[in-house]
């Protein structure tokens, strides 16, 4: 069974343009998480998606955005960016809300210039 | 979520034990107790899980003191690419998120 699928896995932007990040994740899983990784702050929670409605959001400004697919893929949008962001933001999948086992992929290395 | 106290480093010797330990004296009735690791450059990934028996999967084993306040993961032979941090986090087991900490990094040793 494939794993959960980033792309792309490395990007370079400059501040204030913005970024979309997609993630597959395993089949037949429809729950899908983002967390957002810096040296800084560690693993931090965005958001979490489950049958394309948006359950929880982490304390993250409102230029981070995402959605979910009826195909349970997901995007996750970053706008205006800025230096501070930075990072390697992973999706996650389960095969449902809240289980605790997540299954993570590569992650998405974000350079802002 | 309770916190939890893990050292910052450790070394093990390739091919013997690791016993990674975790403090979680707040844990609540609810909450579970959850392992996973990342290697370097790499995504997390989920190692094993209890509430409050020890569970054994085909990569660790997971020891839960009978009053829930610390864990003990086990490596039972350690390979060089069990480089990477460990991270404990208890969670209920419904919650939206999980809340990763520093974690501990374990470097295994030739």
């Known amino acids: 069974k494939a794993g959960v699928t980033q792309t792309p896995r490395y990007l370079i932007k400059t501040r204030g343009q913005q970024v979309t990040l997609s993630c597959s994740p395993i089949?037949?899983?429809?729950?899908v998480s983002w967390y957002q990784q810096t040296p800084g702050q560690g693993l931090q929670f965005l958001f979490e998606?489950?049958?394309?409605?948006?359950?929880n959001k982490g304390n993250f400004p409102g230029r981070f955005s995402g959605r979910q697919f009826s195909n349970s893929r997901s995007e996750m949008n970053v706008s205006t960016l800025e230096l501070g962001d930075s990072a390697l933001y992973l999706c996650?999948?389960?095969?449902?809300?809240?289980?605790?086992?997540?299954?993570f992929g590569e992650g998405s290395r974000l350079t802002v210039l | 979520d309770a916190k939890t106290t893990q050292p910052t480093s450790m070394d093990c010797a390739e091919g013997r034990a690791a016993n990674l330990p975790c403090n979680h004296s707040?844990?609540?009735?609810?909450?579970?107790v959850y392992w996973y690791r990342q290697i370097h450059s790499q995504g997390p990934q989920y190692i094993i899980h209890?509430?409050?028996n020890n569970e054994t999967n085909e990569m660790a084993s997971l020891i839960i003191t009978e009053d829930r306040k610390s864990s003990t993961l086990i490596l039972p032979h350690a390979t060089l690419r069990d480089t990477a941090v460990y991270y404990c986090i208890v969670s209920p087991r419904r919650d939206y998120k999980l809340s990763f900490g520093a974690g501990t990094t374990v470097t295994v040793r030739a």
């Open positions: 996650a999948s389960s095969p449902a809300p809240g289980t605790g086992e997540l299954f």
């Open positions: 998606y489950f049958s394309e409605t948006q359950r």
């Open positions: 707040t844990i609540s009735g609810n909450e579970y």
């Open positions: 089949s037949g899983h429809r729950s």
């Open positions: 209890g509430l409050k």
